[in-house]
């Protein structure tokens, strides 16, 4: 190991932590050339490919390297949080006509994709450059969404050309689609404030409807990631880097393989600004269809940001200032107040933390701190992080009928598979709130508010 | 044979067959369960993987790869497989929602934990898909 590992956890969570592979993942990503301060872990840790999921680790652009297995399959696979004028009490008699409609508009499952958007290749590469940018100027949403989301919604350094055909023909009918697994859209509504004057600048008073999105850049993405696994297994190898795990292959930042994965890497990431722009859209249009146009042109987003991407950034580490590689798998960026990365309206308050929880309890909101700067490259949790296997909840969910039980705790599910119901069931996960209160016990970020799901569709 | 093993958070599976065939075989049965479940899949396309790799356990990655990229980038399911001269071909047919049950989508074939080995009866693979 080059560096020590930190992980943020409970007591309990160290205990359940104990044997588990993603602990070893910790000290393997120590081990990359470059690495500067830590190989960090979120408490929603867990096993992963090559990073451990939960995993946040910084390096030297001159000595360091990039990682693919760092930023995973799903480039800016990230969450986008919307607010809407309707207080949960009158919306309630009508979600289940919501969900049916949500789950209608925005495709799910396996193969999803939609006709009514076609993407030629001038067109993809207008995407991969521009991101949510380009998807409003398509008209999918408004110019006043992209000031809430991280980077605008379009990240720098993107390059079309380092995106194969194979990745191009994997996503191109898949812009505005949710996919699967743990990805959903879910109609919440705030259910505990823990600061009023903050959360009603941001529109999050207590009883409102909310919708979260999470979802990244497809297939796409994916195919961005297995193309350059390739190329970075060989340039390990090229570049003398002794390899732990195959899934940690990387370059040298700056190498022609670091080059064409960061170009690659900044398009998909932009493709999935879009496709969480694109929901966003369709999202706004289900509830016109509901609730007519009043209550769509209401609806604002809050924040959007990717809980899978590696960015270039300027930390102060050991008394200067650095511009540092950092890779954030299943970690979200938190920004404290003043940060000059923040659009205006988030500079008082710090960059919003979006920690979606499983579908039977909770999501928070969280708002990022100082202490987050100086201990974790400002990083923070993304979710609850998984304590079973699918395997195991599919065992457990077998002889229940989850949709049902949730439905009777006031919560509607939509699914295109009820195997993704039973491998995603709230016990498959540990509880968000332990996972919240742990980084705010250690000063990276700070709760906001916390939000309940009433309806969730799942891919 | 094929089955799952524990993973937290992705899918491992064990894959065993006696000869190369016979593990495309199984890799080609476990995709398709893991897409559509039981749901019949019939082998009204055929396709073909050119076995490409230095060594016989890059070769077989990539095959299965090849699987995963085919049901997410045009949704076509696999049903069966054969072993030819340097190729497997691969027999199956596009997903159709009014027969198939989507079970869950597949993002990618990890290198994480991957093993290709020979035993006394044959070969033996460990796969984990990320989800």
């Known amino acids: 190991m080059r560096t020590e590992g930190l992980i943020f956890a409970s007591a309990e969570q160290v205990r359940e932590l104990e044997n588990d592979e993603a602990?070893?993942?910790?000290?393997?990503?120590?081990?990359?050339?470059?690495?500067?301060?830590?190989?960090?872990?979120?408490?929603?840790?867990?096993?992963?490919?090559?990073?451990?999921?939960?995993?946040?680790?910084?390096?030297?652009?001159?000595?360091?390297?990039?990682?693919?297995?760092?930023?995973?399959?799903?480039?800016?696979?990230?969450?986008?949080?919307?607010?809407?004028?309707?207080?949960?009490?009158?919306?309630?008699?009508r979600m289940p006509e919501l969900v049916d409609e949500l789950f209608r508009t925005v495709p799910s499952g396996i193969g999803s994709s939609r006709a009514d958007v076609e993407l030629d290749d001038a067109a993809l590469d207008g995407v991969l450059l521009g991101g949510a940018a380009r998807a409003v100027e398509m008209g999918f949403g408004r110019a006043e969404d992209l000031a809430a989301i991280e980077a605008g919604g379009e990240l720098a350094g993107a390059a079309p050309h380092q995106v194969s055909r194979r990745a191009r023909d994997r996503g191109r009918h898949q812009?505005?689609?949710?996919?699967?697994?743990?990805?959903?859209?879910?109609?919440?509504?705030?259910?505990?404030?823990?600061?009023?004057?903050?959360?009603?600048?941001?529109?999050?008073?207590?009883?409102?409807?909310?919708?979260?999105?999470?979802?990244?850049s497809r297939g796409l993405g994916h195919q961005v990631c297995d193309d350059h696994l390739d190329v970075m297994l060989a340039a390990a190898k090229r570049y003398g880097i002794a390899l732990l795990d195959p899934q940690l292959c990387c370059a040298p930042l700056g190498s022609p393989e670091a080059n064409a994965y960061w170009g690659a890497m900044n398009a998909a990431a932009n493709f999935a600004f879009a496709n969480r722009q694109l929901i966003t859209y369709f999202v706004r249009r289900a509830f016109a269809r509901l609730f007519g146009e009043t209550v769509a042109a209401e609806i604002h987003v809050v924040y959007d940001v990717a809980h899978n991407i590696a960015k270039l950034e300027e930390h102060e580490f050991e008394g200067r200032r650095r511009r540092l590689c950092v890779h954030r798998k299943g970690a979200t960026r938190a920004l404290p107040p003043a940060h000059p990365e923040l659009a205006p309206r988030f500079r008082e308050l710090g960059q919003p933390v979006l920690v979606p929880g499983d579908m039977g309890r909770h999501s928070f909101v969280l708002l990022g701190l100082d202490r987050a700067a100086s201990e974790t490259f400002s990083s923070c949790c993304h979710g609850a992080g998984r304590r079973l296997s699918r395997h195991a909840a599919k065992r457990l969910a077998r002889p229940r009928h989850l949709v049902r039980e949730l439905a009777a705790q006031g919560i509607l599910v939509r699914a295109a598979s009820r195997a993704t119901v039973d491998e995603e069931m709230p016990e498959a996960?540990?509880?968000?709130?332990?996972v919240v209160d742990v980084v705010e016990g250690a000063g990276l970020a700070r709760k906001l508010v916390r939000l309940r799901p009433a309806a969730v569709v799942k891919g | 044979?094929?089955?799952?093993?524990?993973?937290t958070a992705d899918l491992r599976a064990e894959l065993t067959g006696a000869d190369f065939g016979a593990l495309c075989g199984e890799a080609v049965a476990l995709l398709r369960e893991l897409l559509v479940g039981d749901c019949r899949v019939e082998p009204r396309e055929e396709r073909r993987v050119a076995l490409a790799g230095p060594d016989e356990a890059e070769r077989f990655f990539r095959f299965v790869r090849e699987l995963v990229y085919w049901a997410d980038a045009d949704g076509f399911l696999p049903a069966a497989c054969a072993k030819e001269d340097g190729a497997v071909s691969v027999r199956g047919e596009r997903f159709d929602a009014s027969r198939h049950a989507v079970d869950r989508q597949i993002k990618a074939l990890t290198r994480h934990h991957f093993v290709f080995e020979r035993t006394a009866g044959g070969l033996r693979a460990e796969l984990i898909f990320d989800l």
């Open chain 1, 429 to 434: 996960y540990k509880d968000v709130a332990g």
């Open chain 1, 175 to 216: 812009l505005g689609t949710l996919g699967s697994g743990n990805h959903f859209v879910e109609v919440g509504s705030v259910d505990t404030s823990y600061d009023d004057v903050s959360a009603r600048r941001l529109g999050l008073t207590e009883g409102t409807v909310t919708v979260l999105v999470h979802t990244g």
């Open chain 1, 23 to 93: 602990l070893r993942q910790v000290a393997n990503v120590a081990t990359l050339p470059g690495i500067v301060g830590p190989s960090i872990a979120m408490p929603d840790i867990h096993w992963g490919y090559g990073f451990p999921i939960g995993g946040v680790a910084a390096f030297d652009p001159e000595r360091g390297v990039i990682s693919p297995g760092g930023v995973g399959y799903d480039i800016n696979c990230g969450v986008r949080l919307l607010v809407t004028p309707l207080a949960i009490a009158d919306a309630t008699p």
């Open chain 2, 1 to 7: 044979m094929h089955r799952l093993l524990e993973h």
